[in-house]
Protein backbone atom coordinates (compact mmCIF):
# COMPACT_ATOMS: atom_id res chain seq x y z
CA UNK A 1 0.00 0.00 0.00
CA UNK A 2 1.58 3.71 -0.94
CA UNK A 3 1.65 5.92 1.43
CA UNK A 4 -0.09 9.01 0.44
CA UNK A 5 0.13 12.16 2.79
CA UNK A 6 -2.39 14.52 3.22
CA UNK A 7 -1.75 18.28 2.15
CA UNK A 8 -1.64 19.53 5.84
CA UNK A 9 0.55 16.83 6.64
CA UNK A 10 3.16 17.90 3.79
CA UNK A 11 3.08 21.37 4.77
CA UNK A 12 3.34 20.06 8.29
CA UNK A 13 6.55 18.33 7.37
CA UNK A 14 8.33 20.82 5.27
CA UNK A 15 8.50 23.10 8.45
CA UNK A 16 9.68 20.73 10.44
CA UNK A 17 12.68 20.10 8.29
CA UNK A 18 14.93 22.38 6.00
CA UNK A 19 14.05 22.30 2.67
CA UNK A 20 16.82 22.32 -0.14
CA UNK A 21 15.76 23.13 -3.58
CA UNK A 22 17.91 23.27 -6.48
CA UNK A 23 17.50 25.46 -9.65
CA UNK A 24 19.55 24.82 -12.43
CA UNK A 25 20.76 27.96 -14.03
CA UNK A 26 21.76 28.86 -17.93
CA UNK A 27 25.67 28.44 -18.48
CA UNK A 28 27.75 30.96 -17.55
CA UNK A 29 31.42 31.76 -18.64
CA UNK A 30 34.89 30.33 -17.08
CA UNK A 31 35.55 33.88 -16.67
CA UNK A 32 32.83 34.46 -14.62
CA UNK A 33 33.12 31.28 -12.77
CA UNK A 34 36.81 32.06 -12.12
CA UNK A 35 35.69 35.00 -10.06
CA UNK A 36 36.17 37.95 -12.38
CA UNK A 37 34.31 39.93 -10.02
CA UNK A 38 31.42 40.48 -12.50
CA UNK A 39 29.04 38.23 -10.43
CA UNK A 40 28.22 38.01 -6.55
CA UNK A 41 27.63 33.91 -6.66
CA UNK A 42 27.65 33.41 -2.92
CA UNK A 43 27.30 35.35 0.10
CA UNK A 44 30.31 37.96 1.00
CA UNK A 45 30.89 37.66 -3.05
CA UNK A 46 33.05 34.84 -3.07
CA UNK A 47 34.75 32.04 -0.95
CA UNK A 48 36.91 34.39 0.43
CA UNK A 49 33.79 36.49 1.52
CA UNK A 50 35.90 39.84 1.13
CA UNK A 51 32.32 41.52 -0.06
CA UNK A 52 34.82 42.97 -2.64
CA UNK A 53 34.03 43.02 -5.90
CA UNK A 54 37.53 44.59 -8.73
CA UNK A 55 34.72 46.20 -10.91
CA UNK A 56 35.72 50.05 -11.09
CA UNK A 57 33.01 51.88 -12.92
CA UNK A 58 31.40 53.31 -9.73
CA UNK A 59 34.40 55.25 -7.66
CA UNK A 60 34.46 57.96 -5.18
CA UNK A 61 34.49 60.67 -8.13
CA UNK A 62 31.24 59.44 -9.89
CA UNK A 63 29.29 57.76 -7.24
CA UNK A 64 27.15 61.08 -6.30
CA UNK A 65 25.69 61.11 -9.51
CA UNK A 66 24.29 57.54 -9.42
CA UNK A 67 20.06 57.23 -9.48
CA UNK A 68 18.20 54.10 -8.66
CA UNK A 69 17.58 52.32 -11.72
CA UNK A 70 14.56 50.14 -10.86
CA UNK A 71 12.97 48.87 -7.06
CA UNK A 72 11.65 45.38 -6.53
CA UNK A 73 9.23 44.37 -3.44
CA UNK A 74 8.14 40.77 -3.24
CA UNK A 75 4.43 41.76 -2.17
CA UNK A 76 4.53 38.97 0.94
CA UNK A 77 6.32 41.01 4.05
CA UNK A 78 4.30 40.92 7.12
CA UNK A 79 4.06 42.40 10.63
CA UNK A 80 7.15 40.52 12.69
CA UNK A 81 8.40 39.23 9.09
CA UNK A 82 12.25 39.48 8.62
CA UNK A 83 14.93 39.05 6.22
CA UNK A 84 18.86 38.61 6.47
CA UNK A 85 19.96 37.56 3.30
CA UNK A 86 22.57 39.08 0.53
CA UNK A 87 21.05 38.49 -3.45
CA UNK A 88 22.80 36.76 -5.60
CA UNK A 89 24.00 38.27 -8.97
CA UNK A 90 25.16 35.76 -11.67
CA UNK A 91 25.22 36.07 -15.48
CA UNK A 92 22.97 39.10 -15.60
CA UNK A 93 20.47 37.66 -13.36
CA UNK A 94 19.61 38.87 -9.68
CA UNK A 95 18.64 35.79 -6.90
CA UNK A 96 16.54 37.06 -4.24
CA UNK A 97 14.16 35.28 -1.31
CA UNK A 98 11.12 37.03 0.38
CA UNK A 99 10.04 37.12 3.48
CA UNK A 100 8.26 34.12 3.26
CA UNK A 101 10.43 32.34 1.71
CA UNK A 102 9.72 32.55 -2.29
CA UNK A 103 12.80 32.80 -4.73
CA UNK A 104 12.85 35.20 -7.37
CA UNK A 105 14.86 35.30 -10.28
CA UNK A 106 15.14 39.10 -11.68
CA UNK A 107 16.96 40.86 -15.15
CA UNK A 108 19.46 42.52 -12.76
CA UNK A 109 18.98 45.57 -15.85
CA UNK A 110 15.25 45.99 -15.67
CA UNK A 111 14.19 44.46 -12.32
CA UNK A 112 11.81 42.12 -14.92
CA UNK A 113 10.92 38.97 -12.90
CA UNK A 114 12.17 36.32 -14.97
CA UNK A 115 10.82 33.75 -12.73
CA UNK A 116 9.50 32.98 -8.93
CA UNK A 117 9.53 29.66 -7.16
CA UNK A 118 6.95 29.28 -4.10
CA UNK A 119 8.59 26.20 -1.55
CA UNK A 120 4.83 26.37 0.31
CA UNK A 121 3.09 26.12 -2.99
CA UNK A 122 1.43 29.06 -2.24
CA UNK A 123 -0.19 27.66 1.47
CA UNK A 124 0.77 29.70 4.73
CA UNK A 125 4.15 28.75 5.99
CA UNK A 126 3.96 26.83 9.49
CA UNK A 127 6.73 28.00 11.93
CA UNK A 128 9.55 30.03 11.58
CA UNK A 129 9.92 31.52 7.83
CA UNK A 130 13.08 32.42 8.10
CA UNK A 131 16.40 32.42 5.38
CA UNK A 132 19.84 33.76 5.29
CA UNK A 133 19.59 33.92 1.28
CA UNK A 134 21.28 31.68 -1.53
CA UNK A 135 24.20 30.27 -2.94
CA UNK A 136 25.59 28.96 -6.19
CA UNK A 137 27.19 26.06 -7.19
CA UNK A 138 28.86 25.01 -10.34
CA UNK A 139 30.89 21.97 -11.73
CA UNK A 140 31.08 21.86 -15.29
CA UNK A 141 28.04 22.92 -17.48
CA UNK A 142 26.06 21.67 -13.83
CA UNK A 143 24.86 24.80 -12.34
CA UNK A 144 22.83 25.06 -9.67
CA UNK A 145 21.41 27.98 -6.98
CA UNK A 146 20.66 26.06 -3.37
CA UNK A 147 18.58 27.37 -0.40
CA UNK A 148 17.64 26.57 2.73
CA UNK A 149 14.21 26.87 4.08
CA UNK A 150 13.29 26.63 7.79
Same mark, same amino acid.
Given at each position: ?34 G????W ?12 S ?7 ? &???Q???? *? !? +???? %??? @? ?26 ? &? ?6 ? *? !? +???? %??? @? ?26
Amino acid at each position: MAYNPSPAAIRAWRSAFSLLLVFILAPVSKAQEMGSGKDWPIYGGGPGAIRYSTLNQINRE &NVKQLQTA *W !T +FETG %DAF @KGSELECSPLAINGILYLTSPKLRVFAL &NAATGKVL *W !T +FDPN %DGH @KAIGSTRTRGLTYWAQGDDKRIFVTVQ
